[in-house]
């Protein structure tokens, strides 16, 4: 199985700060990969897949960007709405893994 | 609009069986491309993929599980159906449907809502 390890766990930041997100791939993954938004209590939302494509209705302050083993989710400017836990996960073989997550909070 | 729905028991005994229904509106479980799979999440953790079904009924499962699960489809009600036999406590989690293409870029775009399966005695 490809893991992904997800960095840092946790981040806390302030409205407006620019926040990165790494994911590094155990395996080379070429450019499969997604990034996707949790709120507590809902289902996950893809915000970015192909490792740079924004998904269709996501805001343009979210990117992403990596290819092989290293890949990272900027969010530019942080909102309120954006305080949330962020996933990882390849695509490039089955199992498709997740990464463990990335809790972000308000500082 | 695609949607995906979660339904099932929300509460089984350790060594029972499960079976989770993902009934899927606005496209057809038989078109081209399409797939369906299950995810979990226990409380507090991160997700988990667990199997996938494709239109051509090609069956992918996580190794890790593979002796205790089955994904079928029912394309006349179009429906998925994922069984997990043996449960245990450390099977208690949010079970989550999702749809994605047969392309492999293609993430899983449209999410169910979950369903929290409790395993207890």
């Known amino acids: 199985d490809i893991q992904l390890t997800q960095s840092p766990s946790f981040l806390s930041a302030s409205i407006g700060d620019r926040v990165t997100i790494t994911c590094r791939a155990s395996q080379g993954i070429s450019s499969f990969l997604a990034w996707y938004q949790q709120t507590p209590g809902k289902a996950p939302k893809v915000l970015i897949y192909a490792a740079s494509t924004l998904q269709s209705g996501v805001p343009s302050r979210f990117s992403g960007s990596g290819s092989g083993t290293e890949f990272t989710l900027t969010i530019s400017s942080l909102q309120p709405e954006d305080f949330a836990t962020y996933y990882c996960q390849q695509l490039e073989s089955y199992p498709y893994t997740f990464g463990q997550g990335t809790k972000l909070e308000i500082k | 609009q695609i949607t995906l729905k979660e339904s099932g028991p929300t509460l089984v005994k350790p060594t029972q069986t499960l079976t989770l229904t993902c009934t899927v509106s606005?496209?057809?479980?038989?078109?081209?491309?399409?797939?369906v799979g299950w995810i979990r999440q226990p409380p507090g953790k991160a997700l988990e993929w667990l199997a996938l079904?494709?239109?051509?009924?090609?069956?992918r499962y996580s190794p890790s599980l593979k002796s205790r699960l089955t994904i079928t489809k029912d394309t006349s009600k179009n429906q998925v159906v994922l069984t997990m036999t043996n449960m245990d406590p450390v099977d208690t989690a949010t079970y989550y449907c999702?749809?994605?293409?047969?392309?492999?870029?293609?993430?899983?775009?449209?999410w169910g809502q979950g369903t929290l399966v409790t395993v207890s005695s």
């Open positions: 999702a749809h994605r293409q047969a392309i492999q870029i293609w993430p899983f775009d449209y």
């Open positions: 079904i494709y239109w051509n009924d090609d069956k």
């Open positions: 606005g496209l057809s479980l038989s078109t081209s491309g399409v797939g």
